[in-house]
């Protein structure tokens, strides 16, 4: 009874931090947000990596574009459930089916990576980006004002988003052979085509099909170890990996 007493009370304290961490997160100073991120990620579970969710389409949430000229579906944002104008990161995909103006993001820088279809040829005042070959990111700011014309028909991409200032982030694709990272306060892995295996330290190893995407926060400081490393389980399988640091 006391054991089974003991995990209730553990569950409910892990609740009720999460819900305070998730208010101070949205609403609180960036000293506060601090402290509470190291609390709460040292305190809620064991290993480096705090918190880990294994996602399916069915998760993820539809939106439409900024400028309402089409529809995104947004795999992970932080703070969570941000607005288009508040998030810190996110990482989404979109279909884009006719030509015409990207959404403006001013602070943001943006990494697109061609998924599906013959691609689009980006295009603002000072260059030119020809998005045609799948699974190679491009990068452009979201300030810059972007005309997109599509190559032959319509194409899905991956976008990831970091506001200057508040976050920081790669984008590296796996693919062929296993990859390991080094901690980050938070990792995540996308099934962009076939299954792939992430495999957190003290946490196992996770199997996401195509299409499924692990999110990670890690613990503060680096110095106390952990990675994730990231195999494709088939010959053509890829995964988009996306670090991110927060302030």
């Known amino acids: ?25 949205r609403n609180g100073c960036a000293r506060s947000r601090a402290i509470v991120r190291r609390w709460f990620v040292s305190r809620c579970q064991d ?20 400028n309402g000229a089409g529809r995104t579906t947004e795999i992970a ?27 403006a993001f001013p602070g ?7 998924l599906d279809g013959a691609g689009m040829r980006l295009q603002d005042s000072e260059r030119e980006i020809d998005l045609t070959t799948r699974y190679e990111p491009q990068h452009f700011g979201g300030d810059d004002s972007i005309d997109c014309k599509l190559i032959a028909g319509p194409c899905r ?11 920081r982030g790669s984008v590296t694709i796996v693919r062929r052979s296993r990859a390991e990272f080094d901690p980050a306060q938070f990792c995540v892995s996308y099934a962009a085509k076939g299954p792939h295996e992430a495999t957190i330290a ?8 195509e299409g499924d995407a692990l999110v990670a926060v890690e613990s503060v400081s680096a110095a106390e170890g952990g990675s994730i490393v990231v195999r494709p389980l088939a010959d053509d399988a890829v995964a988009i990996v996306v670090c991110v640091d927060y302030r």
């Open 77 to 103: 944002v932080h703070p969570a459930g941000a607005g288009l104008d508040a998030f810190a990161w996110r990482v989404s995909i979109a279909n884009v089916e006719c030509d015409g103006p990207f959404s």
């Open 47 to 66: 290993g480096p990596f705090k918190m880990v969710r294994l996602l399916t389409p069915t998760d993820f949430r539809s939106m439409p574009w900024k």
């Open 202 to 209: 003290r946490r196992g190893a996770r199997r996401l099909d």
């Open 108 to 114: 943001i820088d943006r990494t697109i990576v061609l």
């Open 157 to 167: 991409d991956f976008n990831a988003m970091f506001r200057r200032g508040r976050a």
């Open 1 to 25: 009874m006391r054991r089974r007493l003991g995990a209730a009370r553990k569950a409910a304290l892990a609740g009720l931090a999460r819900c305070l961490y998730n208010r101070i997160v």
